[in-house]
Structure formats: C-alpha cells, structure tokens
Nanobody, 123 residues
Framework: QVQLVESGGGSVQTGGSLRLSCLSS????????MAWFRRAPGMERQFVAV????????HYADSVRGRFSISRSNAKNTLYLQMNSLKPEDTAIYYC????????????????WGQGAQVTVSS
C-alpha cells in the first residue's frame, strides 16, 4: 500500500517562496505520474501541476505557470513543488497524488493521496 506524506508547508508573505515535498513509500512510483492539487478555503480541490514518471515532462494550471515548478527524485522517492512569487490566492491545503494516466488534470485520475500541507500567504 503506497503512502504519501507531504512536508514543507508554512506561512509566508506575498512574493515569498516555499518548497513542498512529498515522500512516497510502500510502492515503486518511478514510472507513474504524480501531481499536486490544492484546496482553498470554501473551494473544491483543484489541479496545480503534474509530472510524468520516466520522461519528466510536466503540465501546470494557468494560475501557477511561470511561478511554480514541479520536479521529482525517483532515487529519493520524493516529489517536489517549488513555489515562487506566492500570492494570497495561493493559500490552500496542498495535496500530492499518485496516478496512472498522464497527463491527468482531474481528481478521479489519481489513486492515492497524501494528507495535505497547509500553505498560507499573507498580504
């Protein structure tokens, strides 16, 4: 059974940066796409970014393209999300997810989820 555990969340001011990590265990995720989603207060969970398994290509939501960067280290079983130029509207709980279809932009295309990491951006 795969387990995904996010870390690296926190509070920053507008324009700041954070890097989220997602450590996977119990399953070899090397050849599977992994993604980040987020749920803002009062909103549904939304797609942020996805990265493929062995080719390292990526797709981003329009709202984060050019500011966020998704990457992975298969050797460390870790998925990353580097978030720069953060805005108050980026405030949300961020979830990592493991899927089987690339590129997947919907929640139902992912089979396993982490517990989430809170990111708060103040103005």
């Amino acid at each position: 059974q795969v387990q995904l555990v996010e870390s690296g969340g926190g509070s920053v001011q507008t324009g700041g940066s954070l890097r989220l990590s997602c450590l996977s265990s119990g399953f070899n995720t090397t050849y599977y796409p992994m993604a980040w989603f987020r749920r803002a207060p009062g909103m549904e969970r939304q797609f942020v970014a996805v990265i493929s398994g062995n080719t390292y290509s990526a797709h981003y939501a329009d709202s984060v393209r050019g500011r966020f960067s998704i990457s992975r280290s298969n050797a460390k079983n870790t998925l990353y999300l580097q978030m720069n130029s953060l805005k108050p509207e980026d405030t949300a709980i961020y979830y990592c997810a493991l899927g089987s279809y690339y590129p997947g932009f919907r929640e139902d295309q992912y089979d396993s989820w982490g517990q989430g990491a809170q990111v708060t951006v103040s103005s």
